[in-house]
Every structure is written in structure tokens, then in C-alpha cells.
């Protein structure tokens, strides 16, 4: 069902693309598809990405709760999502971690693989998974989109843990089945903690275990 302007209201942190999102209902809205996520992702589109409006509607009323009970949620994932204990945490750096390897997705212990507690409006066969670093990876300023270098890094990164294991499962297309993104930084809806997100189409459920721990959110 689309929302009033004055249920709208009631939402806090809502967009001007959020408030046209809610606005169609989920009657309306039509999932990202395979070719389109592509074509978004190729662009650097990224703005565009949008969850189903009723997702939306939760992923604010959430986001919002959770900010006033942990102060971010930034916290809120360092704490209670992956259980990471920064050393130092400031509005100019973010959350500061004791890293054993200062190169991003270097050593397994600087990571962390899990679901999508708040996935975008995707097609059902495609599996959202978020990379979590304790390492920042470079990026240039003032947009914060990603270096050459760190895209090359990052694209290792996916194909030896996501791309060579759908390969080793049988998938001749693995190459074809694994998109990657790294939001820039004023779309990040978690400040200051490094993260990637990465695509999988059709992934085995036996795969998905493995790399993230389990097959569906926790919220």
C-alpha cells in the first residue's frame, strides 16, 4: 500500500527518493532484476539502487529506534552484529580497529562475510551479501568512490572467495554470477565502518553457509 505524504512525515530520515519509493507502494515498485543490477553497478549508478517500499518503510522506523538506543548505527553493527571492539571510534575516522594486516581482506580475521540485514529491492534468486573490514580501503575524496588500485584489490578479493568457489561448485558462468559494489561514501548508511557488497545469482544454499554462517537475516 503507498504511504501519505503525512505518514510519510511520521518516518524520520527520509529522502526525497525514499518519499517517491514509498509513495508507489509495493504494488508498483519492481525489483532490480540480473541485467539491470549489472548495468547499475557498470554505471556507478549507484544512487538509484532502492529497497521495496514497505522494506524501506521498516529499514527507517529501525534505523531510526536503533540510532536512539545505541547512538548509530555504526554501534550498533560493531557491537551487536559482528562483535568488534574498536580501539579508538571519532566523527573524523570512524571506528579504529587493531587489524593484523593494514592491506584490506589480507588476513580473515580483518573481515567479516555476512547476509544483508536490510538487502535492496532485488529478484529473489539473487543473494545479498556485505563484506565487513576492519582495514579502510583508499578511496579518492571529495565523492569517496574507490581507486583504481582498491577496485583491483577488491576485484581479487570477490573473485578468490566468491567467483573461484561457485567455479569449484560446478558453475562454468561463476565469472557471470558475482557482481560487486562499494557505495560511495554519502550513501553509506553505515558511516565509517568499511564494508563492500557483493551480488550472487542463484548462489547453492550450501555456499551461502559457508560464507556468511548462515541463509537468512537475523533482523
Known sequence: MALT???????PGLTATDRENLAQG???????TW???????????????????SDLRRYAIWSSQTKAEYGSITKFVCGKRLHWKPISDSPETGPVFECNSSKPFANSADYMIRSNDWPYGISP????????????????????????????????????TFIDKLATAGFEDA????????????????????????????????????W????????
Request: proline share 5%; no cysteine.
Open 5 to 11: 505524504q503525512d505518514k510519510m512525515d511520521s518516518i
Open 26 to 32: 509495493d504494488e508498483k515498485f519492481q525489483p532490480h
Open 35 to 53: 541485467i539491470e543490477l549489472k548495468r547499475i553497478i557498470a554505471d556507478n549508478d549507484l544512487a538509484i539502487l532502492k529497497r521495496k517500499p
Open 125 to 160: 534468486e539473487i543473494a545479498h551479501i556485505v563484506v565487513w573490514s576492519k582495514v579502510q580501503i583508499p578511496d579518492e575524496q571529495p565523492e569517496g568512490d574507490l581507486t583504481v588500485a582498491s577496485r583491483r584489490l577488491i576485484q581479487k578479493f570477490v573473485r578468490e
Open 175 to 210: 565469472g557471470d554470477r558475482v557482481l560487486w559494489f562499494r557505495n560511495w561514501a554519502k550513501l553509506q548508511s553505515v558511516q565509517g565502518l568499511e564494508h563492500i557488497h557483493v551480488l550472487v545469482l542463484d548462489a547453492p544454499e550450501k555456499l551461502l553457509e559457508a
Open 212 to 219: 556468511t554462517g548462515r541463509t537468512k537475516p537475523d533482523l
